[in-house]
Structure formats: C-alpha cells, structure tokens
C-alpha cells in the first residue's frame, strides 16, 4: 500500500477515509503553522485548515499527482488562499489579531517572556506586510521552503519570490526603527553578548 501523500491522496479519490485521516493526522500541524502565521488568529487557522482539508474531501480531483505535483506544495496554496481570502475579509471589518496563540517551547521562565514579548512584535511586524511578502516570507523562513516551492505555491517566477523577500525583510526593518525596537537579529546579537 502506497503511504505516501500522493498515494495516499489517490486513494482518498476513491473515498478511502482511513487515508484521509493519515493525511489530516501528518499534515495538520504544519498547515496550521502557516495559517497562524498568515491570520495571526488561532481559532481562524483552524478554521482554514478544517475548510482546506474539507474541500479536499469533497472534491479530491483538484489535486493532480499525476502531473507530477507534489501533494504538500500543492496544499500550501490552498491553505494561503483560504487565509488570504479569510485576511481579506477581515481588512473590512477590522477584526483584532492574537498573536499569543502560538505556543512558546523555550525552557525558562525569563526566556518565555522574552521570547514571546520579541515573537508578538515581529508578529505583528509580519501581519502589516502586503499579502503576498507575508506569504513569500512565512513560506520561506517558517516552512523552510525552497524559493523554487515558494513560487509554486504563490503562483509567481523565483526572481518575484526573491524580490517579496527582500521587500519584506527591508519591511520589517523599517517597523522596528519606526517603533524603536532591537529587530529579532539584535535581539539574538544581544542573548549572546549576554551569554559570552
């Protein structure tokens, strides 16, 4: 039996839910991750990531192994439109951001404040970039994506991915000058300073 995603995905096309659920169980958290990332929201992220597998169960054909896609680059584009769409909508109505939702692994107490005081300022950094810099950037960095994937998912050419990148490092930049803060590199600069 083939338990790979694809095959996993082609087995799904003929309403296999044992293998629904090994996909839903493997990937889950990694989708989430963007989703966060993209809405800054907990409750939505999981509401994409629902909505995004949920489409995928009810129409399995939009994934195409055959044409040589590979199932998590291709889902990544639906989790990012689903978020994007759900960002979109928000801008409307100006919905508040909880960036403290995304748990914090670091070990001790003053560190766990630190972390999660320089995580929410960078959070919020990422969350007023334009759409598709977020995207590049959280596709990059967070999912450790290759340029190549990242412009797959984003529909666009690797020199436009490495331009969204730049423009939104130069944008984050600019938000830690312009609130008076140490950007995340000074803060590592300074931990170690500390620790040496």
Same mark, same amino acid.
């Given at each position: 039996?083939?338990?790979?995603?694809?095959?996993?995905?082609?087995?799904?096309?003929?309403?296999?839910?044992?293998?629904?659920?090994?996909? +839903?169980?493997? =990937? $889950?958290?990694?989708?989430?991750?963007?989703? &966060?990332?993209?809405? !800054?929201?907990?409750?939505?992220?999981?509401? +994409?990531?629902?909505?995004?597998?949920? %489409?995928?169960? $009810?129409?399995?054909?939009?994934?195409?192994?055959?044409?040589?896609?590979?199932?998590? $680059?291709?889902? *990544?584009?639906? @989790?990012?439109?689903?978020?994007?769409?759900?960002?979109?909508?928000?801008?409307? &109505?100006?919905?508040?951001?909880? /960036?403290?939702?995304?748990?914090?692994?670091?070990? $001790?107490?003053?560190?766990? *404040?630190?972390?999660?005081?320089?995580?929410?300022?960078?959070?919020?950094?990422?969350?007023?970039?334009?759409?598709?810099?977020?995207?590049?950037?959280?596709?990059? /960095? *967070?999912?450790?994506?290759? +340029?190549?994937?990242?412009?797959?998912?984003?529909?666009?050419?690797? %020199?436009? @991915?490495?331009?969204?990148?730049?423009?939104?490092?130069? !944008?984050? %930049?600019? =938000?830690?000058?312009? #609130?008076?803060?140490? !950007?995340?590199?000074? +803060?590592?600069?300074?931990?170690?300073? #500390?620790? !040496?």
């Amino acid at each position: 039996m083939d338990d790979t995603d694809e095959g996993l995905a082609l087995r799904i096309r003929n309403g296999d839910h044992q293998a629904f659920s090994i996909l +839903v169980r493997r =990937h $889950t958290d990694r989708f989430y991750g963007l989703a &966060w990332r993209l809405l !800054g929201n907990s409750a939505e992220a999981d509401d +994409v990531v629902q909505d995004a597998f949920l %489409k995928f169960w $009810t129409q399995p054909d939009m994934f195409r192994p055959e044409a040589g896609a590979r199932f998590t $680059t291709w889902f *990544y584009r639906v @989790v990012s439109n689903l978020a994007l769409d759900r960002l979109r909508g928000r801008k409307r &109505w100006k919905g508040d951001v909880d /960036f403290d939702a995304m748990p914090d692994r670091a070990a $001790t107490a003053d560190a766990v *404040y630190e972390n999660r005081q320089m995580q929410g300022h960078l959070e919020a950094a990422i969350h007023e970039l334009p759409e598709r810099q977020k995207l590049a950037l959280n596709l990059c /960095f *967070y999912e450790g994506m290759s +340029v190549r994937d990242a412009a797959e998912v984003i529909g666009v050419g690797e %020199k436009a @991915v490495e331009s969204l990148l730049m423009r939104a490092k130069a !944008g984050l %930049k600019e =938000h830690f000058i312009r #609130k008076g803060l140490a !950007g995340p590199g000074e +803060v590592q600069d300074a931990r170690r300073t #500390k620790q !040496g």
